[in-house]
């Protein structure tokens, strides 16, 4: 639906929603959920929405903008302050309510992923993710250019990269490392990719 452009219609974008609502009641469950099978968790797909409603933003802060107006860059700063929050409150407090809550089939989901190097790939994707973005939205200078803008894009992009291999890698260990790499590397292509067909097509 997105290559076919169908969002470019208010009805296709409603449908579009309504597809990927859907789709996300069932694959992060499958996808990531069923690498240790006796996990579960009502509110995972929701999560992955969010996220990947922050992901999508701040992957249009790098497409060249049609309207690369002060106020269009503050409005994109914005929205990508709203769901970053969203997506720390959402992720912390599922984390919060599971620990504590002490259930043992929920607890040893965070717990394999506490040794070795996966919690510092978690606080990394934390900082350059979440922590560092929030602060430098606050600044007023930073939401009205564009330059900036993309620099917190990138720099989102990566975090949740190192969020989501937190949430898989460790189960496959260290030799999946290097796939995954692959896989960043791929997307990143596709990312410029993007960014100069709009250019291509101008001068086509």
């Not at 996808?31 to 009502?42: G, K, N």
């Amino acid at each position: 639906m997105a290559w076919r452009n169908v969002w470019k219609s208010p009805l296709g974008a409603g449908l579009g929603l309504v597809v990927h609502g859907i789709l996300l009641t069932f694959i992060p469950a499958d996808w990531i959920l069923t690498l240790r099978p006796v996990s579960s968790s009502a509110g995972v797909g929701l999560g992955f929405g969010i996220e990947q409603m922050f992901a999508a933003l701040a992957f249009a802060t790098l497409l060249p903008q049609r309207i690369a107006t002060p106020r269009a860059n503050r409005d994109l700063a914005g929205m990508m302050l709203t769901t970053l929050l969203a997506t720390v409150y959402f992720d912390y407090m599922q984390f919060v309510i599971i620990w504590y809550g002490n259930i043992p089939d929920k607890v040893n989901w965070f717990v394999t992923r506490a040794y070795g190097v996966w919690p510092v790939v978690m606080f990394v994707g934390f900082a350059l993710g979440a922590a560092i973005p929030f602060l430098a939205i606050l600044h007023p200078r930073v939401r009205a250019n564009a330059g900036p803008l993309r620099i917190l894009g990138v720099l989102v992009l990566t975090g949740i990269a190192l969020h989501i291999a937190w949430l898989t890698l460790p189960v496959f260990g260290y030799g999946c490392v290097v796939p995954a790499l692959l896989s960043v590397i791929a997307v990143g292509l596709f990312v410029q990719m993007a960014r100069l067909q709009p250019a291509r097509l101008r001068h086509g």
